[in-house]
């Protein structure tokens, strides 16, 4: 039996350069990056993503109180998602809604939280929060969205680490072709900007980018790049099957097209490039398409010496020399790593291409690393190009977890 | 400390852990759960802050004496008086 087509009907997002997708694309094309300092307990001023959304237009003053950041996030991008899908909410059965989100971590922020506060209190154990254990169970981020928005379908989150995001849709569109819920509210999120343990971890890793311009921080194949700008954000998508999105009318930005999930098995951190090759490449393949079909790819380049070369090469073995109409660009230039919201993030800020043909630039390119110069990397400057009907999203994660996401122009 | 203090001090920990309602009118005698969007874990944040605000333990037994402002200032009253005597 043929697969049911998939459909992306609504976005919802909040990233360090904008809190719909307007304002997220508009800013990806002029240039706008959204890096600023930030004090980090026992770090002091380090480099941050952060967002800047309203909670409380989707959230009480008490649940924010007594959620995290996370689950903040989730409800903001769950709710903005709902809204643009037009879906009619009071009619939905929400016991047919399924909650999908990834997420590279989750419990560091509220257990450094807690840790920090009863150290003021000599380390007494009676002064820890009985909000402790719902704040730093696994699946908190999709129970609090579900909790906001009373979904009695199944949320639960994708550990995933920096692949999360499109593990996210990837799952969503399993779930409906499974026929487990009629819609999906699924992506990535990210807390991480509010644990120092991210920030020092990558520190020791010689892995945290510093730089005198917050802005020009997050440089990918620059040579001069110097690691990663950690972020937070979050980006959420409203799925559905063609046919139940059709018969609502509703307006529909892409099609899933095609997948690939694997993993490197060599090594914790170090990326493996013939691994993330054969994970575009069966992207591909399961999309029905060949390398050259692909318009923009979206690279997961984090800004690290290694791992842009590492990517770069994965790509080049896949897409070579001859593929004129593939363009390639990278976000976490504007917007830092937004961890496990990273590649729903990406791919949202690509999604408007299908309407304007205009490829968004790679920022901060200033001397190009001849490792990273890949044919058709846009630079600097947003690109006009002739066509765009498939878009190309990876994101590839730590333990080696590789993922690649295809959507393609809705047509009929 | 007065029995109006003492409920002062209460309403000030539960603006803060229930910072969307309105205590302008909240009556003394009415269980505070019976005019307040209040759950059993609201009422641990008013024993932790109690706790960490003012050192006061109250323990799991007498979680019932916290129902309203009034059984509040009844049974925190001579603790917090108890506490300033000692310092």
Redesign the interface.
């Known amino acids: 039996m043929k697969p049911s087509r998939i459909v992306i009907t609504g976005v919802g997002l909040t990233a360090p350069n904008g809190n719909s997708l307007a304002e997220f694309r508009q800013n990806l094309l002029n240039g706008v990056a959204g890096i600023e300092r930030m004090e980090i307990r026992y770090m002091g001023s380090q480099l941050a993503g952060v967002c800047h959304y309203d909670a409380l237009r989707h959230q009480?003053?008490?649940e924010v109180?007594?959620g995290t950041r996370a689950g903040s996030i989730s409800v903001y991008c769950a709710r903005e998602a709902l809204a643009d899908s037009k879906i009619d909410w009071s009619a939905q059965a929400k016991d047919r809604v399924g909650i999908y989100i990834g997420c590279t971590e989750h419990g560091n922020v509220e257990t450094e939280n807690e840790i920090y506060n009863i150290s003021k209190?000599n380390y007494d154990t009676?002064?820890w929060?009985?909000?402790h254990n719902p704040r730093t169970v696994a699946n908190n981020p999709a129970g609090e969205a579900s909790l906001n928005l009373g979904v009695t379908g199944p949320a639960y989150t994708i550990g995933a680490a920096c692949a999360a995001g499109n593990l996210g849709l990837i799952h969503a569109a399993q779930m409906l072709r499974l026929g487990e819920v009629d819609l999906a509210i699924c992506g990535g999120i990210s807390e991480s900007i509010h644990t120092f343990g991210i920030f020092a971890g990558f520190k020791s890793q010689n892995a945290l980018a510093t730089h005198a311009d917050p802005a020009k921080a997050s440089r990918p194949f620059d040579k001069a790049r110097n690691g990663i700008v950690v972020s937070e954000g979050g980006c959420l998508y409203t799925l559905e099957r063609l046919e139940d999105a059709q018969a609502r009318g509703a307006k529909i930005y892409a099609e899933i097209a095609g997948y690939h999930v694997n993993s490197d098995a060599s090594d914790y951190v170090l990326p493996n490039p013939v691994r993330q090759a054969e994970c575009v490449r069966a992207s591909i393949r399961r999309a029905g398409l060949t390398p050259a079909d692909i318009h923009i790819v979206n690279t997961h380049a984090t800004a690290t010496p290694l791992g842009d070369i590492q990517e770069c090469e994965a790509i080049r073995a896949v897409f070579g020399e001859g593929c004129p109409e593939t363009h390639i660009n990278n976000t976490k230039s504007y917007i830092g790593h937004c961890m496990g919201a990273a590649g729903a993030l990406e791919l949202a800020g690509n999604l408007p291409s299908f309407d304007d043909l205009i490829v968004h630039p790679t920022i901060n390119v200033d001397d190009l690393d001849p490792a990273c110069a890949l044919p058709g990397l846009v630079l600097n400057q947003p690109r006009k190009v002739a066509k765009v009907d498939t878009i190309l999203n990876n994101s590839f994660g730590m333990l080696g977890i590789n993922s690649t996401l295809i959507v393609k122009r809705f047509a009929p | 400390m007065t029995k109006d203090e003492c409920k002062k001090v209460v309403l000030d920990i539960i603006a803060d852990?229930?910072?969307?309602e309105d205590l302008t009118n909240v009556k003394s005698d009415v269980r505070l759960r019976d005019q307040l969007?209040l759950d059993s874990?609201d009422f641990?944040?008013i024993v932790?802050e109690l706790?960490?605000r003012h050192s006061i333990e109250v323990p799991e037994a007498d979680y019932i004496q916290l129902a309203s402002l009034d059984s509040c200032a009844e049974y925190l009253t001579p603790k917090f008086n108890a506490l300033s005597a000692k310092s």
């Open positions: 009480t003053k008490k109180r007594v209190f009676k002064f929060s009985h909000y | 852990i229930a910072p969307d969007q874990m641990l944040d932790m706790r960490k």
